[in-house]
């Protein structure tokens, strides 16, 4: 009896194949994951999926898209495995070393903007926990003038937020590892920070994309999820010039205590900026 001929994969099969398997697996949006997995192991885009769909696809290629699934199987989130997340219209690397950047950080970035508007031209910028850089290089991008450090307890974290400043030409940031303030020197007329916020007995009720894959120094934010943000609210105002802004995200419900620290501490004008979901996600005061 003769051997049935191997089958021959098209574009459109693979990601037929691909979102048919991560529904069954219960991965939330498999169809979007199955064509940006597919598009990477073509070195596709999106759309050529959709024109060339009917191609024949080759070996290589299917080798790399069954390692990719294999990878998403496991829950490995989706930036790790295309290794880039777009933040604020910018492609920035990632990896585990780092959090993934989330649109609800971009709020975080338009406060530090509107706020310190009067002094674009020449303020001088702290990002701690900069992570990705995604915050810190954004903030330079955006203001050319401005002089912007990054600072991270993480050498790891670092080695990906200067690789990003230097690819995406934000010459005008540099980075310092330092827990916190330690290391820093200076006065600035902004501080951002995106701290670890989340209460440690919640991290493992976290989705399996992020409490087996990111790092749990930039998610554990202690019992209550304020131990680094009371922190920082405390030690700013020695590091902000006077009229300087300090704005911070916070996790879901904890607006109200933030800003409560923030006035405890001398902040004046403090208040509470909602993210694209409706969420108070940013909390901003003025020494």
């Known amino acids: 009896m003769q051997a049935e001929p191997q089958k021959t994969w098209t574009v459109g099969d693979l990601v037929k194949w691909a979102t048919d398997d991560f529904r069954a697996r219960g991965i939330e949006n498999p ?20 024109i060339d769909r009917e191609r024949p696809v080759v070996g290589s290629e299917l080798a790399a898209l069954r390692e990719l699934v294999k990878r998403r199987r496991a829950r ?20 585990s070393r780092v959090l993934i950047p989330r649109p609800d950080t971009e709020t975080l970035v338009e406060v530090g903007l509107e706020r310190t508007r009067h002094a674009s031209m020449y303020a001088r910028v702290l990002d ?16 050319p003038t401005t002089t912007v450090t990054g600072a991270d307890v ?22 310092v590892a330092s827990d916190l303030f330690a290391n820093v020197s200076g006065h600035f007329e902004l501080v951002t ?20 894959f990111e790092p749990h120094l930039a ?4 019992e209550r999820g304020l131990s680094l943000v009371e922190r920082i609210v405390a030690d700013a ?30 902040f004046t004008d403090v208040r509470a900026t909602k993210d694209y979901g409706g969420i108070e996600r940013v909390v901003s005061g003025v020494v």
Request: charged fraction near 20%; glycine fraction near 10%; proline fraction near 6%.
């Open 193 to 212: 920070a995106n701290p670890p916020y989340i209460p440690t007995p919640e991290i493992a009720t976290l989705d399996p994309d992020i409490r087996s």
């Open 237 to 266: 105002p020695r590091f902000l010039v006077p009229g300087g802004v300090l704005a911070m995200e916070i996790g879901q419900g904890q607006s109200a205590a933030v800003a409560e620290l923030y006035r405890a501490a001398g």
């Open 76 to 95: 490995e989130p989706i930036a790790y495995l295309l290794g880039e997340r777009e933040f604020y219209g910018r492609k920035f690397k990632v990896d």
């Open 128 to 143: 701690l926990c900069t992570g990705s850089g995604c915050v810190a290089v954004t903030l330079a991008r955006q203001r």
């Open 154 to 175: 993480s050498e790891a974290a670092l080695a990906v937020a200067r690789d990003n400043a230097l690819r995406l030409g934000a010459y005008n940031v540099a980075f």
């Open 31 to 50: 169809r979007l994951d199955a064509e940006l997995l597919v598009a990477s192991a073509l070195h596709a885009t999106r759309m050529q999926l959709i």
């Open 219 to 222: 998610l554990d934010g202690g």
